[in-house]
Each structure stands twice: as structure tokens, then as C-alpha cells.
């Protein structure tokens, strides 16, 4: 399915697994650019891995506590 989203980026948190790392997969298989975020820096390496290895997409990852506004602030504006 082509949702005409090639070139676009999104940011997706609890990206690290789960249903955000199923959506953070399925938007790079549509040829989205990604940011993730999650608690657990570990996973989001890995899963961040994952995703450019199967889709050739860049993913930007990084740690956020989406409880935090500070952190929240901090990881868009290092995704953009």
C-alpha cells in the first residue's frame, strides 16, 4: 500500500518496541525518515539497527521520558 509518505519524516515514541517499533517499521517501509524515542536507550539502538538494516531508512534515536516536557523538547529538536 502506497500512502504517498516517501521522503516525509514522522517521530514516534515508545518506538523501541511494540506497537511503536510496528508503526516505526511500517512508516520506513513506506519510505519515511524516523525519530524514536523511548526510556531505554539499549533497545532503541537495536531496534533503530533493525529498522535501517530491513528498510535502508534513516532512523534518529534517542532516549526521552514523554512524562518530561524538557525531554520531549530536547529529542524533537535534535530529530529535526
Do not use: Y
Amino acid at each position: 500500500m502506497d500512502l504517498e509518505l516517501k521522503d516525509k519524516k514522522a517521530i514516534i515514541t515508545g518506538g523501541s518496541r511494540g506497537i511503536g517499533k510496528s508503526v516505526a517499521l511500517s512508516l520506513a517501509l513506506e519510505g519515511v525518515d524516523i525519530g524514536i524515542c523511548s526510556r531505554f536507550r539499549e533497545s532503541l539502538s537495536a531496534t533503530a539497527s533493525e529498522i535501517e538494516h530491513l528498510t535502508g531508512r534513516n532512523v534518529f534515536f534517542s532516549p526521552a521520558d514523554t512524562t518530561n516536557t524538557e525531554s520531549v523538547e530536547s529529542f524533537v529538536n535534535s530529530a529535526a
